[in-house]
T-cell receptor, first 110, second 111 residues
Framework: DAGITQSPRHKVTETGTPVTLRCHQT?????MYWYRQDPGHGLRLIHY???????DKGEVSDGYSVSRSKTEDFLLTLESATSSQTSVYFC?????????FGSGTRLTVV | DQQVKQNSPSLSVQEGRISILNCDYT??????FLWYKKYPAEGPTFLIS?????DKNEDGRFTVFLNKSAKHLSLHIVPSQPGDSAVYFC??????????FGTGTRLQVFP
């Protein structure tokens, strides 16, 4: 295992509440990514980071924010959860020749 | 706008036969392509990749073919095994930047 963990693994939350997902890596990688997986859409990039405090938006960033205060941690925050954000969220590390993914967080917004 | 497309959502193949998974892309700037495999309740895992300077790359039972003029790549699995049953994603990038993924193809290998 590449040393990337996501927490929590499962979460159910109510519409309108803030939610934070955590990605923790022990590989000292500069690059970290957040994707969401939805049927019919595959994996879509939400936000990514090229280093501490260096983040940028992906293709589906609306409603999400991220923070990276330490190399090992990349946090994804849903400011005010909506039902359309029900999904499986994957964190990934890596760069030049492919990524290593975490096991995912299944988020349900009710 | 889907830059990487997998038009077959599912594929069913008999054990021992060849599985062919297809992927099309629209961005001619893509220069690196990968295939990932995903089992339920797990993250995707890297399978095989190919650079745009090549048209074929092999790794054991897995071969990826790239046709740049057609903007098409395919993954061949020979022989297919029941353990290959999973969802397969193709992905592409420009200058090894962020990966853009396709929608996935669910492969089922039956006895």
């Amino acid at each position: 295992d590449a040393g990337i963990t996501q927490s929590p693994r499962h979460k159910v939350t109510e519409t309108g509440t803030p939610v934070t997902l955590r990605c923790h890596q022990t590989e000292n990688h500069r690059y970290m990514y957040w994707y969401r997986q939805d049927p019919g859409h595959g994996l879509r990039l939400i936000h990514y980071s090229y280093g501490v405090k260096d983040t940028d938006k992906g293709e589906v960033s609306d409603g999400y924010s991220v923070s990276r205060s330490k190399t090992e941690d990349f946090l994804l925050t849903l400011e005010s959860a909506t039902s359309s954000q029900t999904s499986v969220y994957f964190c990934a590390i890596g760069g030049d020749y492919g990524y290593t993914f975490g096991s995912g967080t299944r988020l349900t917004v009710v | 706008d889907q830059q990487v497309k997998q038009n077959s959502p599912s594929l069913s193949v008999q054990e021992g036969r060849i599985s062919i998974l297809n992927c099309d892309y629209t961005n001619s700037m893509f220069d690196y392509f990968l295939w990932y495999k995903k089992y339920p309740a797990e993250g995707p895992t890297f399978l095989i990749s190919i650079s745009s300077i090549k048209d074929k790359n092999e790794d054991g039972r897995f071969t990826v073919f790239l046709n740049k003029s057609a903007k098409h790549l395919s993954l061949h699995i020979v022989p297919s095994q029941p353990g290959d049953s999973a969802v397969y994603f193709c992905a592409a990038s420009v200058n090894t930047d962020k990966l853009i993924f396709g929608t996935g193809t669910r492969l089922q290998v039956f006895p």
